[in-house]
């Protein structure tokens, strides 16, 4: 089945810097690469999602990059706010059966600091 | 519009007990997708229906199980607890019917602890 690994698995940063999260998926037959954005005592929420014929998607500071080939994705933060920290969940999905069924990394811890 | 909504928010059980958590979906949705999250594991895929049918379902022992009702309300259940099963159990759901590029929205969560 299909394994996602994420790194790093803490990221502390300054407020107005950058942070880029990586992720590297097994299946080749995935086309679906989501992230979430986990909040203390919260659901994980969508945040952006990349699809498998799109190499770059970007939306206000969040950025999300796909090299299939290599089989790895990130995403970037740009001018970090104190808001942005959380945890951070890449994904990937593929087209089995109809539906949803979401492989998630293990998770990055973010802190912005003032 | 209400979202996702999860009961009980907190459970203890102990050893040998089941447990029944339910799921409401935001209204117009019918598939509901079920994970169970640890700090060690990360978030599991448990299993996905849509339209009352099991759809998906991910590497867990048949321990764990689930339904879904007419109204897209689902409920998930465990039997003959273990200590390796608190964890905070996520339900969510999406919109799209087909394929797998649907946005999920998630709960809050169920936590379970199992003592």
């Known amino acids: 089945g299909e394994n996602v690994e994420q790194h790093p698995s803490t990221l502390s940063v300054q407020e107005g810097d950058s942070a880029v999260i990586k992720c590297t998926y097994s299946?080749?037959?995935?086309?679906?690469f989501p992230w979430y954005k986990q909040e203390l005592g919260k659901g994980p929420q969508l945040i952006i999602d990349?699809?498998?014929?799109?190499g770059e998607k970007k939306d206000q500071r969040i950025a999300v990059t796909l090299n299939k080939t290599a089989k790895h994705f990130s995403l970037h933060i740009t001018e970090t706010q104190p808001e942005d920290s959380a945890v951070y969940f890449c994904?990937?999905?593929?087209?089995?059966?109809?539906?949803?069924?979401?492989?998630f990394g293990t998770g990055t811890q973010l802190k912005v600091e003032l | 519009k209400a979202g996702v909504t999860q009961t009980p928010r907190y459970l203890i059980k102990t050893r040998g007990q089941q447990v029944t958590l339910s799921c409401s979906p935001i209204?117009?949705?019918?598939?509901v997708s079920w994970y169970q999250q640890t700090p060690g594991q990360g978030l599991q895929f448990l299993f996905e229906?849509?339209?009352?049918?099991?759809?998906n379902k991910g590497n867990f022992p048949g321990r764990f199980s689930g339904r879904q009702f007419s109204n897209s309300r689902s409920e998930m259940n465990v039997s003959t607890l273990e200590l390796g099963d608190s964890a905070l159990y996520l339900c969510?759901?999406?919109?799209?019917?087909?394929?797998?590029?649907?946005?999920?929205?998630f709960g809050e969560g169920s936590r379970l602890t199992v003592l």
């Open positions: 994904a990937a999905s593929r087209p089995v059966g109809g539906g949803n069924k979401l492989t």
């Open positions: 299946d080749s037959a995935s086309n679906y």
């Open positions: 229906y849509f339209s009352e049918t099991q759809r």
């Open positions: 990349i699809r498998s014929n799109v």
């Open positions: 969510a759901s999406s919109l799209v019917q087909m394929l797998n590029t649907g946005e999920l929205f």
């Open positions: 209204s117009g949705h019918r598939s």
